[in-house]
């Protein structure tokens, strides 16, 4: 049985990752600072900080696939992005494969064109996070060739704001930004969930980012 972790399993992206990898029958193991408040029966649930070396470890002990959902805000910010490349090191010295959840501003919104977070309609206040997961994705493609990896970034709306439902599909896209015949990049939390509890069951992104959405 595939064994994953997911760092930040409390969160919105990260509690929706918990929830399907344990529909789909692998062993997990939810990571965050503080206690989950809706648990799902069958995983296990601890506490610890991406930023701390000792919780990597943990994290890593016994782990086939890590995942982090762990944005970088509050007293994270600027933090986050340090702490993956650590993890990488280590997850790659372990020979255990790393997943990532990025954000929609580093994708690009047309084949050749600018990033979403250039856009004019994307939100100011939103640009370092979507610039910090930015630098995480450059330095994932920049590590040696012995660390399996993927970072998959959700359509542009995503997110507890948006939370959508359950429709038990997605579509699957590279580094460019996917709409659907109305123009809207959207996918609930329940599915970018199962996007990435698939991706972990099946890999089919192996040092590569790819994108979920409707």
């Given at each position: 049985?595939?064994?994953?972790?997911?760092?930040?399993?409390?969160?919105?992206?990260?509690?929706?990752?918990?929830?399907?990898?344990?529909?789909?029958?692998?062993?997990?193991t939810s990571m965050s600072r503080?206690?989950?408040?809706?648990?799902?029966?069958?995983?296990?649930?601890?506490?610890?900080?991406?930023?701390?070396?000792a919780d990597r470890a943990r994290?890593?002990?016994?782990?086939?696939?890590?995942?982090?959902?762990?944005?970088?805000?509050?007293?994270?910010?600027?933090?986050?992005?340090?702490?993956?490349?650590?993890?990488?090191?280590?997850?790659?010295?372990?020979?255990?494969?790393?997943?990532?959840?990025?954000?929609?501003?580093?994708?690009?919104?047309?084949?050749?064109?600018?990033?979403?977070?250039?856009?004019?309609?994307?939100?100011?206040?939103?640009?370092?996070?979507?610039?910090?997961?930015?630098?995480?994705?450059?330095?994932?493609?920049?590590?040696?060739?012995?660390?399996?990896?993927?970072?998959?970034?959700?359509?542009?709306?995503?997110?507890?704001?948006?939370?959508?439902?359950?429709?038990?599909?997605?579509?699957?896209?590279?580094?460019?930004?996917?709409?659907?015949?109305?123009?809207?990049?959207?996918?609930?939390?329940?599915?970018?969930?199962?996007?990435?509890?698939?991706?972990?069951?099946?890999?089919?992104?192996?040092?590569?980012?790819?994108?979920?959405?409707?």
């Open positions: 049985m595939t064994q994953v972790t997911v760092i930040g399993g409390s969160g919105y992206a990260g509690s929706h990752i918990v929830e399907a990898a344990a529909v789909q029958g692998l062993d997990v503080g206690e989950s408040a809706q648990q799902v029966p069958g995983v296990n649930y601890v506490q610890g900080s991406i930023t701390e070396a994290a890593l002990a016994g782990a086939d696939v890590v995942v982090v959902a762990v944005s970088p805000r509050g007293d994270l910010v600027g933090r986050v992005r340090p702490a993956i490349a650590e993890l990488a090191t280590e997850a790659a010295a372990a020979g255990v494969r790393l997943g990532v959840v990025g954000g929609a501003g580093s994708l690009l919104q047309s084949e050749g064109g600018d990033l979403v977070m250039n856009g004019p309609d994307f939100a100011d206040a939103v640009k370092p996070e979507a610039s910090e997961m930015g630098g995480v994705l450059d330095d994932l493609r920049a590590t040696p060739e012995t660390l399996d990896w993927f970072l998959i970034s959700p359509a542009a709306t995503f997110g507890a704001w948006a939370a959508g439902e359950h429709r038990g599909e997605y579509r699957v896209g590279g580094d460019v930004l996917l709409t659907d015949a109305e123009g809207k990049s959207e996918i609930s939390g329940a599915d970018f969930g199962v996007a990435v509890a698939d991706e972990i069951a099946k890999p089919q992104h192996r040092r590569a980012r790819f994108t979920v959405a409707y």
